[in-house]
């Protein structure tokens, strides 16, 4: 344990440089809390380790996952927790894993601070550090010696407290830092423009001569940034030198900002769960008050802490008491253990026990048996031990009921399966798999198969997608319920709810805009990324569900609100709206009719093969016509080109089957071949019978059309992959799938595995050819089978 900016990434750097030293063909894995803070870390080591020693690194992140190759090519992994726990769950078939001899944590607030621990021997003791190697400092050692100053403020309120502040941070700017960098920390983006506006004020009054002494760069460079800046507030206090970084909560952790001074104007936000202002985690306040100090430019530095004042005893008392480490694993106990038996790792009730008896939390039982209790079923997660006295009764009972709430919890998830007769043995589910692979809490699982069914529309599962726990935690803020009942009114699905301030319906609003690409305030905007950003996950494991339940309607919907999410579009709109710079007038020219294969066809991109490339002279033919067939300039037009060379077409040239049992490499005589637009009689299948089910794929158009699909409005890049679904056009059963990656070659064959019923009978069957990002190219086909 260590105060911030104390040297601790410079003890990892020499870790790594012994292990390359020692071991040069090991691995090392950098595990950081925070997208922000992999970043950094990626951009500084790619400089020291890649370019200069020729050690290759990977970041692994939710921004960034690379394919095996990288993987396994890689020196440094640098990648975030939720990440390296999703590798490491299948450790034992990658190699990249097994190659690991490293393991730097870094910002270990992951397990409750980053800082001198108090208890950092139970911590060492944990993670197996014998004492020769556990270093814990104190918090006044660091590079730079900063004096910290709490002071306290009257009244209840907090918008007429926040107000008080402004003067004081004013006069500490003048005495402390006057001509050195400042960072002023608070808790809204409303409080970021009054407080900037107010500096501006006190700035003002001050002489004529004084009042651009914080502005640090020659007038025209500043009128050159101020071309590309939009908001009004921030283009005004630029000029004075104050600039805003308006950012999520995170911003303490991965910002790398340093200054002379900071101020920590507030220790408490709004919390939209429970409609009140709650107090920072004082980790989070260390680490505001660890930005102070500029290493090689400072020799001092100064933080300044502004507190309600009947908290500023508490904040002089433990801001740099250390604090213990408690475990925070039984609120998410179910899904680690749900895990471990996807795994094989677990298989019964024993082993959970054995399991809990390697973890922290049962070393912090002997520590601090009676700090609280935890119940499952109220998830409430504040809550932790609750052991009175601390024998070998009390463990047991409190480990068996651990045990045994767990079980319970995964069970009513549909998660794991006990074999009452077999000793206790644990069997995992397919729907446990499914939320170990994605990374999902066991309630989700619990929700899709409560509220899953066959026949679900678009806008059913839509309601279900933003229903799930992984959104409980968007932030609601102040007055944004209000928001949330105006921005419904411009939005085609009305909800009838009664909490406006629900995490849920803002994320069920958020969606909604994204389809209508509506204009939404800045701290939406925010929102909206991340909640997009998080989906795709929760959306496949949906799928996946559905496909384990043989839902084939439902599958389908779901594949197409996959679709709608990445074009920004609704499935009713028409589908050149997904093309850019096209609207409903100028698809009236083009042709309201004319569907995106269509317009390819038109213009000549269709019958390009696979890697022909258009010559400039059709180029220019194909942006005249646009131009003359819409209002769009010609750059909109190369534009639309361009998007269109990009969106592939796939052609479906051949089914065949094969039963399963036989070898592929029969004479082709032997085949069951379909040929595909014939209306030919009905195929006879035996019934009960395995078959392989292929289909034979070509990519017509161009060659960008196996490149990164085009999705402008999703904030990462995607490669386009397809679908094929197989069911029963009756019933709507599915009756297999078959995921297919990017076509990379012009041409694939594609294999379904299916089981024909026991029943003999005529069936007609539905193959579907389904993109798995653009709206408007999906293919239907119609197959008739005899069974006998």
Excluded at 509 to 514: D, E, F, G, K
Excluded at 613 to 621: D, G, I, P, V, Y
Excluded at 709 to 727: D, E, Q, S, V
């Amino acid at each position: 344990g260590a105060p911030t900016s104390s040297g601790k990434t410079l003890c990892a750097e020499l870790a790594i440089f012994r292990l390359f030293n020692l071991r040069p063909l090991k691995k090392c894995v950098y595990i950081a809390p925070l997208k922000a803070l992999v970043r950094e870390r990626v951009l500084d080591w790619e400089q020291k380790f890649n370019k200069k020693l020729g050690f290759p690194i990977v970041e692994v992140s939710g921004d960034n996952t690379p394919d095996v190759e990288e993987l396994n090519l890689a020196s440094i992994l640098v990648t975030t927790p939720e990440k390296w726990d999703g590798i490491t769950r299948c450790a034992e078939t990658r190699r990249y894993v097994q190659e690991v001899e490293l393991l730097i944590i870094d910002e270990i607030h992951l397990l409750g601070v980053e800082r001198a621990l108090a208890n950092a021997g139970d911590v060492a003791d944990w993670i197996g550090v014998p004492d020769s190697a556990l270093f814990n400092f104190r918090p006044s050692v660091r590079p730079v010696p900063i004096q910290v100053h709490i002071q306290g403020f009257p009244g209840q309120h907090y918008c007429p407290r926040m107000g008080l502040m402004n003067k004081p941070a004013f006069q500490y700017i003048k005495q402390f830092s006057p001509s050195k960098p400042v960072l002023i920390f608070v808790a809204s983006r409303r409080q970021t423009r009054l407080t900037s506006m107010a500096l501006l004020s006190l700035l003002q009054r001050e002489p004529d001569s004084k009042q651009q002494q914080w502005l640090k760069m020659e007038q025209l460079e500043l009128e050159t940034l101020l071309k590309d800046v939009r908001d009004d507030n921030l283009a005004l206090t630029l000029n004075y030198g104050i600039g805003m970084h308006l950012a999520t909560a995170t911003l303490a952790w991965g910002i790398n900002v340093p200054a002379h001074l900071v101020i920590v104007k507030g220790t408490e936000y709004y919390d939209g769960k429970t409609h009140k202002y709650i107090d920072f985690p004082v980790t989070d306040v260390l680490q505001m008050i660890g930005r102070a100090g500029r290493p090689q430019y400072d020799t001092s530095a100064v933080a300044v802490v502004f507190v309600q004042d009947v908290k500023k005893n508490f904040y002089k008392r433990f801001l740099y008491e250390p604090f213990p480490v408690e475990s925070n694993l039984l609120p998410v106990l179910p899904n680690h253990v749900n895990a471990e038996i996807c795994s094989g790792s677990i298989v019964n009730r024993q082993q959970i026990v054995e399991y809990l008896a390697g973890t922290y939390l049962y070393r912090r039982l002997f520590a601090n048996p009676a700090l609280v209790i935890f119940n499952y079923s109220s998830f409430d997660f504040s809550y932790y031990y609750g052991i009175e006295q601390l024998n070998n009764k009390e463990l047991t009972t409190f480990l068996s009921t651990t045990v045994d709430s767990c079980l319970v919890e995964l069970c009513a998830s549909y998660c794991i399966l006990p074999d009452l007769e077999n000793d206790g043995y644990i069997h995992s589910t397919p729907f446990g798999r499914i939320a170990s692979r994605y990374y999902l809490e066991h309630r989700t699982i619990r929700h899709f198969r409560e509220r899953i069914f066959q026949g679900m529309s678009v806008e059913q599962l839509l309601l279900c997608l933003t229903e799930c726990p992984e959104y409980e935690e968007i932030p609601v803020r102040h007055n944004e319920d209000q928001i949330n009942r105006e921005i419904q009114a411009f939005l085609p699905i009305k909800l009838e709810v009664s909490n406006w301030e629900s995490s849920h319906v803002k994320t069920h609003l958020l969606y909604q805009a994204h389809f209508s690409r509506m204009h939404l305030p800045v701290d939406y905007i925010t929102d909206q990324r991340s909640i997009i950003e998080s989906c795709i996950r929760i959306l496949q494991a949906m799928f996946d569900f559905c496909v384990e339940m043989h839902l084939l309607n439902t599958t389908l919907n779901v594949l197409i609100l996959q679709q709608q999410i990445f074009q920004a579009r609704w499935y009713t709109d028409h589908p050149l709206l997904c093309l850019p710079h096209l609207s409903a007038h100028s698809i009236d020219g083009i042709g309201p009719l004319c569907s995106i294969p269509q317009i390819k066809e038109r213009l000549g991109i269709y019958q390009l093969n696979n890697g022909q490339k258009l010559n400039k002279k059709e180029e220019k033919r194909i942006i005249t016509e646009l131009c003359s067939k819409s209002i769009l300039s010609e750059k909109e037009a190369d534009e639309l080109l361009k998007a269109l060379l990009q969106w592939p077409i796939l052609s479906l040239e051949q089914i065949y089957l094969l039963p399963r049992q036989k070898k592929q490499r029969q004479k082709f005589e032997e085949k069951l071949i379909i040929n595909v637009g014939m209306n030919e009689k009905n195929l006879e299948l035996s019934a009960s019978t395995n078959y392989k089910f292929f289909v034979s794929l070509r990519l017509c158009g161009p060659y960008l059309s196996n490149s990164n699909a085009f999705c402008p409005k999703f904030p990462k890049k995607r490669t386009a992959g397809w679908i094929l679904l197989l069911g029963d056009a009756t019933t709507n059963r599915l009756w297999g799938h078959e995921r297919i990656p990017s076509l990379i070659e012009e041409q694939k064959i594609a294999r379904l595995r299916i089981l024909t019923p026991n029943e003999p009978g005529i069936y007609q069957l539905l193959l579907l050819v389904i993109s798995d990002t653009y709206l408007g190219i999906d293919q239907q086909y119609m197959l008739n089978f005899k069974v006998v």
